[in-house]
């Protein structure tokens, strides 16, 4: 129906019926940041707690610096914000800028572990015993935010991540709106769900996101203030609520819910490497299916997914038989 009408002038349109909500809007001037110290009760490694919200050395929501800092873009319950995160001596500073700076500062501690008990585990395989040793930095993150996990999550669905980190690269930048405060680079906070719901379908086309994704991402928005509820949910709850979604499936929800709720036990399964690489590092078996690699992780039970990042962390994985996934770009079809 979109293509039988031409477009009407509105504030989000732009000559040739752009929807451009964000590409307009200027960076806000830096004012005053809010600070925030927090003292972790263990060892704090920033780039292992943060690293699984990057979406790709490109991601616009999120920048490591060669300080050791770390820059993150959210869009909040409040609204937009910029949060900067450093660590020394025992302390985490938090800064941050924006209508949802005071949200940020609030869920510091969550976001760098604090709700995550490390000690719950217990390895039962060398492997894991000399990885936790070596790595005793991990704590697993817990946004509060299920919708800026799950949308570029079903941007990963069935393609390489190169094509995934692309194509987030790509909408966040044109949709987004600039980071507030003094972030540096072109970072980005990703879009409203209004805003992803008026983003037009050859845009859709030329970031290489197929129409089953797309439409995914639009049935999601839709109901996006009943998926940001199931933050207040159980994880196995809240993975129940976001497959009511059309195109959202236990791969999908899994990755969300990790990062969301920083669910200690809720493993990835539907990978086309994940079971691999566990059955490799527990087994010697690199052709494991799920059922086996679930098999394997049962001595883990409540904590599957530490155990599943502790044996990626190891560096112990199969070596490549096949060639890579081929990439295609049906942007430039």
Do not use: N
Request: net charge positive.
């Amino acid at each position: 129906m979109a293509g039988r009408f031409a477009p009407r002038p509105t504030r989000t349109t732009v000559r040739g019926g752009h929807v451009a909500v964000g590409g307009g809007v200027p960076r806000q001037a830096a004012g005053p940041a809010r600070v925030r110290e927090w003292v972790p009760d263990g060892p704090l490694d920033l780039g292992l707690v943060l690293g699984p919200l990057r979406r790709g050395p490109g991601d616009p929501t999120f920048r490591a610096m060669p300080d050791g800092s770390v820059w993150r873009a959210a869009l909040t319950p409040a609204g937009p914000g910029t949060l900067r995160v450093s660590a020394a001596g025992g302390r985490v500073r938090g800064e941050a800028w924006g209508p949802g700076a005071q949200w940020l500062l609030q869920g510091l501690p969550e976001l760098l572990g604090a709700a995550d008990d490390p000690s719950a585990f217990v390895p039962r395989h060398r492997l894991l015993a000399m990885t936790r040793h070596r790595r005793p930095g991990l704590r697993l993150t817990r946004t509060g935010l299920v919708l800026e996990s799950l949308i570029p999550s079903i941007l990963e669905q069935k393609v390489t991540t190169d094509e995934a980190y692309r194509a987030w690269r790509l909408l966040v930048r044109a949709y987004g709106e600039p980071a507030p405060g003094p972030a540096p680079g072109r970072m980005c906070v990703m879009p409203a769900p209004r805003t992803w719901a008026l983003i037009p379908s050859w845009e859709w086309h030329r970031a290489g996101v197929d129409d089953k994704r797309a439409s995914t991402i639009l049935r999601a928005v839709r109901v996006a203030a009943r998926l940001e509820e199931a933050v207040r949910m159980e994880p196995a709850a809240a993975r129940a609520r976001l497959e009511l979604v059309p195109g959202v499936g236990p791969w999908t929800s899994a990755e969300t819910v990790q990062r969301s709720h920083g669910a200690a036990d809720e493993v990835t399964t539907g990978d086309l490497h994940l079971p691999g690489i566990v059955g490799w590092a527990l087994a010697g078996d690199r052709d494991a299916d799920d059922s086996v690699m679930l098999k394997l992780l049962e001595p883990y039970a409540g904590q599957r997914h530490r155990a599943a990042r502790l044996i990626l962390l190891s560096g112990r994985v199969p070596a490549r038989r096949v060639p890579k996934m081929p990439r295609w770009d049906i942007g430039q079809l």
